[in-house]
């Protein structure tokens, strides 16, 4: 889920439309860069890809999330990858680009949407060791054996906001058992001043992750407009590559603050860890943002 609709996609070239099992697909062609195009779902932007550069991110926060990809091994070594939630496959594609060998399962609910990115989007497939299973996202993570990922990134969402059977200690410690020993997870957030929905995400990652840590821009941390949030936790066995992360942050063309373990978890200090009896769906984002 991205900030919204490149700048060149408002006058795109060329588009191509379809129903989907769970609502409108379209991709908008950047007139800009040829080869780029906008995935929107009932008119929400929900992925950017660049079929002649998989390295080209152009959503902010997938940019946040890639600089934890390359500093998650040794460069080039493959990593075992968990996405939830497809879209258009644009971090599968980027690590199967920068991580050749990658074994990488996307998780994507809608068997249709994920017919039609293949088919008008074609990428790398399960020769390059990508396999796409069509399932609920966390219902998914029962099909998959302990310690079977070194990154299990979660990008869901339902229309504008995310699933409230997502947001759980029940569904993270269900991520957590299919972590390696030093594994990391990594999701998207969704959420803005007065903080209706983080605070409780980060008091219940911190329940089940030994060390936190969260990207954002710096005007969605200090309150004053609502945007994407990247919350990571970490396994015992491994710990956050943070300057990396800070001075990578930093120099992006979109840059971020990353708060560290103290940071972050101060962040979620007096709220209730979330369980599948109190669970509810990311706030509804305003009017207009994420390209609605």
């Known amino acids: 889920m991205g900030p919204g609709l490149p700048q060149g996609a408002r006058t795109a070239s ?61 460069p080039s070594a493959p990593l075992r990858v968990l996405h939830l939630g497809g879209g258009a496959w644009t971090l599968a594609r980027y690590v ?3 991580r050749p060998g990658s074994p990488q399962t996307v998780v994507e609910l809608d068997a249709a949407l994920a017919e039609f990115v293949a088919h008008r989007l074609p990428g790398p497939g399960e020769a390059d ?7 609920e996202a966390r219902s998914s993570l029962d099909r998959f054996p302990a310690d079977a990922f070194d990154l299990v990134v979660l990008d869901v969402f339902a229309g504008a906001r995310t699933p409230a059977q997502v947001t759980t200690a029940e569904f993270l410690h269900g991520v957590r058992r299919v972590l390696a020993p030093a594994g990391v997870y990594v999701a998207n957030l969704g959420d803005g001043s007065p903080w209706p929905f983080l605070p409780g995400q980060v008091a219940t990652a911190g329940t089940v992750f030994t060390e936190l840590a969260l990207m954002a821009a710096p005007d969605v941390l200090h309150g004053r407009r609502f945007g994407n949030l990247v919350l990571i936790g970490s396994c015992p066995e491994r710990d956050l590559p943070l300057p990396g992360l800070v001075r990578r942050a ?32 990311s706030p509804r984002p305003p009017s207009g943002l994420w390209g609605q």
Do not use: C, I, K
């Open 96 to 98: 199967a680009a920068t």
């Open 250 to 281: 930093a120099a992006d063309p979109f840059p971020a603050r990353v708060l560290d373990d103290g940071g972050t978890r101060a962040l979620g200090r007096g709220a209730a860890v979330v369980t599948d009896a109190t669970a509810a769906p």
């Open 14 to 74: 060329a588009m191509f439309r379809a129903e989907v099992d769970h609502g409108v697909a379209e991709l908008v062609q950047d007139p800009d860069r040829p080869q780029s195009w906008t995935l929107l779902l009932d008119g929400t932007a929900q992925s950017h890809v660049d079929l002649a550069d998989p390295e080209h991110l152009e959503f902010e926060y997938l940019r946040r999330v890639a600089h934890l990809v390359d500093l998650a091994g040794p």
């Open 129 to 135: 060791g990508l396999r796409v299973v069509t399932a």
